[in-house]
C-alpha cells in the first residue's frame, strides 16, 4: 500500500496557485459544515418547539395565582404601590389579567413600561423588580399574566 505524498508548495510548478486551491477547500469546508449546523439547528427548533413553550414552574400549584403567594407577593400594595387590576382581551377573545401600577398619583405624567415576565412563577412573583421600576425609576409598569395562566 502506497503512503500518501505530503504535497508542499515547493513541490509544484505554481505554489500561489497552490496556496488559493487550499484556502478555497478550507472555506468550502466551513462554509459546508457552517450550512449543515444551521439546518440540524433549525430542524431541531421545528421539531422541539412544543417542548420550548412557556410552562410555568411554581414549588406548589396553589402558588400558581398571586393572591395564594406568600405575605408580600400577592399584589403591589404590599410594597406601598397604587395600582390597577386590568383585563385585556385579545382578538381572539382571550381575556388576560394585568396589573397597571403607577409611579405616581398622575400616571400620564410618567413613562410606561409593558413588563413580560420570564417563565416560572406568576406576576406576584415579579413584584420586587416592579418596586425598583416604580420607586427607583419612576416609572409605570403594566405587568401582565400569560395566557392560561395567574388569573388569565
Not at 395600582?83 to 409611579?103: G, P, Q, R, S
Request: net charge neutral.
Amino acid at each position: 500500500m502506497e503512503q500518501p505524498l505530503d504535497i508542499t508548495p515547493e513541490d509544484v510548478q505554481n505554489p500561489i496557485a497552490w496556496a488559493l486551491q487550499k484556502v478555497v477547500n478550507l472555506v468550502f469546508q466551513v462554509v459546508s459544515y457552517g450550512a449543515l449546523f444551521a439546518c440540524a439547528s433549525a430542524g431541531m427548533v421545528y421539531f422541539k418547539q412544543d417542548g420550548m413553550l412557556y410552562h410555568p414552574a411554581v414549588p406548589e400549584e396553589k402558588y400558581r395565582y398571586p393572591e395564594n403567594m406568600p405575605p408580600g407577593y400577592r399584589h403591589p400594595k404590599e410594597h406601598g404601590m397604587d395600582y390597577e387590576n386590568c383585563e385585556i382581551v385579545t382578538k381572539d377573545k382571550v381575556k388576560l389579567h394585568a396589573w397597571f401600577v403607577k409611579a405616581n398619583p398622575s400616571p400620564k405624567l410618567c413613562r410606561t413600561l409593558i413588563f413580560f415576565h420570564g417563565n416560572a412563577g406568576n406576576v406576584g412573583s415579579r413584584l420586587p423588580n416592579i418596586e425598583v421600576l416604580v420607586k427607583s425609576l419612576n416609572t409605570n409598569v403594566l405587568i401582565l399574566a400569560y395566557r392560561g395562566y395567574g388569573n388569565s
